[in-house]
């Protein structure tokens, strides 16, 4: 049975045959021998320790295997004789740069197997052309967000491109550059594993990242939309991109429409920017920046979850006081007269198209590209001994008491008496810049006892009275 060594070369650990250790070190040290005793000579010899554990690590993928002759013989075949490292003797070429460690074998383009994370494509390309295999990596997950067949792409180099098997072939792979060895120094994800069990984690990881960039991009790029450019789309189809721009500023002030657009922005972003963050991190597998990322991402969702709360109570606020505003005025009409309630044909609408949605009694209406907001007035008709009167109730809310009485004050409702005929407005209309703050208008008809009242079709289901001929 042979004796093993165990070796440490270029900060890998390997299990080497004892003659198969015999034959490295002396080809080592022949190699040194011919390349003499300097800065640049050592540098390419750490350059050829290098190139040999990396093959080395290539051929025995099991760490409990050692290290044989025969892979000792081949991995020298494919280096070269130490003779061919040969410090010049000419002056002429010995004042002349000596070129770096590149043994003669022409670049080929291979699937690297051992920095894969599905079929090992984009790391053979990045060996091929010498850069960063992330590169590619980026560019094919770019153009599947953005096209969606380059995954078949994928495929189909997966199958064209050949694996690098044999040492020689993972030598044609990188073609013994020292530029590819210095990214494979500086690469800052961890080599995929090759056992079948963590292979299918491995492939289950990458499956599922690969879902998480889909569906967060897809998520995040539905965010931006609605919060920058629902305008934009909806213009589509005439009338919309006017009032869907305007529809937050019926409910918020200026300040409030800000911080809540900062606030949902960062509160719903943010969720969906760590979920692409780990879609790439189970694709690549990279260990720098997660912890920076992440504590960064926390702080800016809590401050976004504060910004909505903040908004959410400031606005509140703005609810916190009622005032009314009361106006009583006495209708001069004959106590033999009929009263007869009608609507002001002018105040109504200009047609049901331009209403938006109503809530509770108010409604947004659409005229000459701007926005207004509408209300249903309550009409009550008391009898009682009293003269004839009408009082109308202008009510609103807001932050202080002067808000409130501002706002009610900022209420439109008309009437208008022409003989017996009272002509009340539909609706109530609020002015600008006065926003939502659950205004309404109460309008109380006193009516003497014995007198007749009618009510138009138009006001009948408003007016509350109770008179079975609610009509001319």
């Not at 002759?69 to 020298?76: F, G, P, W």
């Not at 051992?114 to 052309?129: E, M, T």
């Not at 409702?413 to 009340?424: A, E, G, K, P, R």
Request: with cysteine; net charge negative; aromatic share 10%.
């Amino acid at each position: 049975m042979k004796k093993t060594i165990h070796i440490n070369l270029a900060g890998h650990a390997f299990s080497i045959d004892e003659d198969a250790f015999e034959k490295l070190d002396a080809y080592l040290k022949a190699v040194e021998k011919k390349l003499g005793n300097n800065e640049e000579a050592q540098e390419t010899l750490e350059d050829i320790n290098l190139r040999i554990a990396e093959l080395f690590r290539g051929v025995h993928t099991d760490a409990t295997s050692a290290i044989t002759l025969n892979d000792v013989e081949e991995i020298i075949k494919t280096l070269g004789d130490p003779g061919d490292y040969e410090t010049p003797e000419d002056p002429e070429e010995a004042g002349q740069e000596r070129p770096s460690f590149e043994p003669p074998y022409k670049k080929q383009l291979f699937r690297d197997p051992d920095n894969r994370v599905l079929g090992g494509v984009c790391s053979g390309l990045g060996n091929y052309f010498g850069i960063d295999p992330i590169i590619f990596r980026l560019l094919f997950i770019a153009a599947t967000l953005l096209y969606g067949t380059s995954f078949l792409a994928y495929l189909v180099l997966w199958i064209a491109i050949p694996k690098a098997v044999t040492v020689q072939q993972r030598i044609m792979m990188t073609g013994g550059n020292r530029s590819s060895e210095s990214w494979r120094r500086r690469q800052t994800y961890r080599p995929a594993t090759t056992n079948s069990g963590n292979g299918i984690i491995r492939a289950l990881a990458v499956v599922l990242g690969i879902f998480l960039i889909l569906a967060s991009f897809i998520s995040l790029t539905g965010l931006i939309i609605t919060f920058t450019m629902t305008d934009v789309l909806l213009g589509v189809f005439p009338g919309n991109e006017i009032w869907i721009g305007q529809l937050d500023s019926l409910f918020l002030m200026p300040d409030q429409r800000f911080s809540a657009f900062l606030g949902l922005s960062l509160t719903a972003g943010i969720p969906l920017l760590v979920l692409f963050y780990l879609g790439m991190y189970l694709i690549f597998q990279f260990k720098k920046g997660g912890p920076a990322f992440l504590i960064t991402a926390l702080v800016l969702w809590l401050a976004g979850i504060g910004l909505v709360i903040y908004t959410a109570l400031n606005v509140a606020s703005e609810f916190s006081h009622h005032e009314t505003l009361e106006e009583t005025s006495q209708l001069g009409i004959s106590p033999a007269d009929t009263l007869y309630i009608d609507v002001n044909k002018s105040s109504l609408p200009l047609g049901k198209g331009d209403f938006l949605f109503s809530h509770k009694g108010l409604s947004v209406r659409k005229q000459n590209n701007q926005l207004n907001l509408i209300g249903t007035p309550d009409i009550n008709v008391t009898k009682n001994t009293d003269a004839l009167s009408i009082t109308i109730r202008k009510e609103a809310r807001g932050k202080t008491r002067e808000i409130a009485e501002r706002n009610a004050s900022d209420i439109e409702f008309f009437y208008l008496q022409n003989d017996s005929v009272l002509m009340l407005d539909r609706y109530f209309n609020i002015q600008k810049p006065s926003i939502i703050r659950n205004q309404k208008v109460i309008v109380d008809i006193n009516l003497p006892e014995g007198k007749e009242l009618k009510v138009s079709d138009d006001l009948k289901y408003i007016v509350d009275v109770s008179n079975e001929e609610n009509s001319f």
